[in-house]
């Protein structure tokens, strides 16, 4: 099968944009990751697929495939990049759009300066929606909030992280480091994905906080491993850091490809992320059916 394909990307975290306005392409997870492949396919961290509207108050549906195929309910980065391919397309002109996603509705919005802001909907603290399993853990209080005492690995690595846990629609696990650069996230990103406590796996954040306003980031995400940004992964931090006491209402995130700027004003106030999204090239790929 032969398919038109979008590359965009949004702070370094890539993607390959599909549009089923139309017809649906009906692909596999294992076509998904070969849409996904560097090597043999078009290359991505996330494949976010365009849908018609499933209901009246929404503009479209946003699908979104990690680069392991599996499907999840929410990535911010991804958001900004869909408003701009949807208008791009001619698929709508509206600058701010409502989306459907597998976690609820979100609002992208294209900014003055070209930049997008997303409305990204409030964060979720209840430990059963994250999901997370917190028995046999006890939480240690911080800030106004709580952070968990996790086992990396009794047999490998026995090491204890202590971890933020809520969920942006997506489940996030977030720690504090005294610097990113020398943070162990290749060696601990993988074991606390798949921590026991995470029925669902779980997006691990490597937070620096450098003042009140300022924070530098890197995710080890879900079904993609390490990207250059992940936008719910800083709407997470930012949330994190405010509960904890270390951050006010409106913070710059610095990741390894670029800057987000996330506020929240705290309770059931959604939070609202703001940063560049962009269009790379576009092409046609042949997919195996079997790949
Ligand atoms: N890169 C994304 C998050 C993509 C999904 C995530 N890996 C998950 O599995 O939840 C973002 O910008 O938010």
Redesign the pocket.
Known sequence: MRIRFTKMQ?AG?DFVVLDETRARLGLSPAQYRFLADRHFGVGA??ILTVRPAPSADVDFEYV?H?ADG?E????????RCFVRFVREQGLTAKEAVRVQTLSGVIEPRMDADGRVTVDMGAPIFELARVPFDAAGLTPEAAGSWQKWPLVLDARTNPAIVSVAVLS?G???AVQLVDDVDSAPVAAQGPLIERHPAFPK???AGFMQVLSRSHIRLR?Y????GE?L???????AAVVAGIRLGLLDARVDVDTRGGRLTIEWAGGDSPVRMTGPAVTVFAGDIDIPDNP
Do not use: K, W
């Open positions: 949004g975290n961290d996330q979104i990690n599996g999840v309910e929410q990535c911010g980065n991804g958001a942006m997506n489940p996030h796996r779980v997006n995710v995400e879900r079904g993609a990207t940004a992940c936008g719910t992964g800083a709407c």
